[in-house]
């Protein structure tokens, strides 16, 4: 991941991080997301989503507001 990325949701439970990615997608946010969940055991570790730092701001306004 580079520099100008920066992480603004972190979960263990995909449909949240999915629910997150459309609120952004919705509001032209472009985002990355990373399963960083074991392979074998998907109920250890996070998924994360990423997004530039220009957007991060507005991004976490949106979460709040969508109370995710």
Request: charged share 30%; glycine share 2%.
């Amino acid at each position: 991941m580079e520099k100008e990325w920066k992480r603004i949701y972190i979960s263990n439970k995909i449909h949240l991080v999915e629910i997150v990615r459309a609120v952004l997608a919705d509001n032209d946010i472009p985002s990355v997301v990373v399963d960083k969940r074991d392979s074998s055991y998907i109920s250890i570790g996070d998924i994360e989503v990423y997004v530039s730092e220009e957007n991060a701001i507005l991004a976490q306004v949106l979460i709040e507001q969508n109370s995710l």
